[in-house]
């Protein structure tokens, strides 16, 4: 038995009509089951039930087993004081309240769901509901691909306001840590999280208008300014304005150790990055409030083209190694990730903090006027025939992979509660 099975049959009312008795034998009605809660908290809130002829309202808790309130420490947790109805599959256990006993219900779930459920959970394909999607309408696949966009959002926004917390709700700096972290991709996000945090963004806008002594800042603090490089006259300029700058801010410089340069194509090397970091840093001042500013994608991606057409770093990749001349700018596919994972959420997340729709539709409408991402989640689901128009629809279904499908989440998902809900012809 499943937790979220047990939601899905309460929200859905689908325990039959047999009339209700709690555990100790006290008729109950469910007037309303109440509003699923998708943060922490009690599972369902605002729900109505009629106990021994009394209206309660309040919030219901849903569990597989009665003893798991204890093992969830929901005892001492004031959030779960208002809990006017306990609904268990097993009830091992009662429950109290600041002494009082708590109703529990011990639900009835109908052998067709524990059946279907069972069943669709023991088909070993690539996502568990495979053999069934033919008969899953094209309507019903967008339905849920739009309400994914907005979830895939919301999960985006979480993480944003826990930077947030960590820069006293600073949008810049937090836009920056965020920047910073997903230029590094998958290969050197964290190290370039960790720069981040140790070099504030208000330090290097002291400098903006001095591209050598952001870039000192920058590659410094990495730690890629420590080796003795004497025939290398711009390396030995950056590191001297480093050892200024260091001292003048108090700076500690990262251990070089932590960059990876191996298996890499040399524009996406970490030097590389920092250069067009510089470039953005030196080119553009209050970055953030320009992003909100633009309502344009196309103007977005011109902010961001990050193009290097002169200076040392059109014919170096990294420091002391000459390469041909050739312009430097951050490819259009790296360009679409940063935009996916970087300035879309932070937009999506400012308008919904400070309750400007019109920033959420914004950030919603640049996901669909960007192409779909090409990686083995989207390119199985266009195999099932799931609509791939956009990036909407691309982080839609690398949402639901990763949150459902992977987590055996089917009775969460719209089309696993159509599969199981369904009653087999008599």
């Not at 599972?43 to 309040?58: H, N, P, Q, R, T």
């Not at 091992?92 to 052998?111: G, H, S, Y």
Request: proline share 3%; hydrophobic share 40%.
């Amino acid at each position: 038995m499943n937790e979220k099975l047990l939601q899905f049959i309460w929200q859905n009312k689908l325990y039959g009509s047999v009339a209700q008795h709690t555990t100790d034998g006290k008729p109950v009605e469910i007037l309303h089951p109440g509003y699923l809660n998708a943060d922490a908290g009690p599972d369902f809130s605002a729900a109505k039930i009629k106990l021994e002829g009394i209206v309660w309202v309040g919030n219901i808790e849903i569990h597989v087993n009665a003893s798991d309130w204890h093992k969830h420490h929901h005892t001492k947790d004031k959030a779960y004081e208002n809990t006017i109805l306990h609904v268990i599959y097993n009830a091992d256990t009662n429950i109290e309240i600041n002494k009082r006993k708590v109703a529990q219900l011990q639900l009835n779930v109908p052998n067709y769901l524990i059946q279907n459920y069972t069943s669709l959970l023991n088909h070993k394909k690539w996502i568990y509901c495979e053999n069934e999607l033919s008969e899953i309408s094209f309507f019903d696949k967008i339905a849920l691909s739009n309400r994914l966009i907005i979830e895939r959002l919301e999960q985006k926004t979480s993480l944003i306001n826990h930077l947030l917390v960590e820069t006293n709700n600073d949008w810049s700096e937090s836009f920056y840590r965020l920047l910073l972290r997903n230029m590094g991709f998958k290969t050197n996000g964290l190290p370039f999280e960790m720069l981040a945090k140790s070099l504030p963004l208000k330090t290097l806008a002291r400098h903006r208008h001095q591209l050598i002594q952001i870039e000192a800042l920058i590659f410094g603090q990495a730690g890629l300014l420590k080796d003795e490089m004497a025939e290398d006259e711009y390396y030995q300029k950056l590191s001297k304005e480093y050892q200024f700058l260091s001292k003048k801010y108090g700076l500690i410089p990262m251990e070089a150790s932590l960059w990876k340069w191996a298996k890499m194509r040399p524009s996406n090397f970490p030097g590389l990055r920092m250069a067009q970091i510089s470039q953005l840093i030196f080119r553009s001042e209050n970055l953030f409030s320009k992003i909100l500013e633009l309502e344009e994608l196309e103007l977005i991606r011109e902010l961001f083209s990050l193009e290097i057409n002169e200076g040392y770093w059109i014919e170096h990749y990294r420091f002391g190694k000459k390469s041909p001349q050739k312009n430097k700018s951050l490819g259009n596919q790296s360009l679409e990730l940063i935009l996916i994972n970087t300035i879309i959420p932070m937009i999506f997340a400012y308008g919904k903090k400070n309750q400007r729709e019109e920033l959420m539709q914004r950030a919603v409408q640049f996901f669909e006027k960007l192409a779909p991402e090409n990686n083995q989640i989207t390119r199985n689901f266009a195999k099932l025939n799931f609509s791939l128009s956009n990036a909407a629809d691309s982080q839609a279904l690398i949402h639901l992979y990763n949150n459902y499908c992977q987590k055996d989440m089917c009775a969460a998902c719209s089309i696993g509660q159509k599969i199981i809900s369904k009653k087999e012809d008599v």
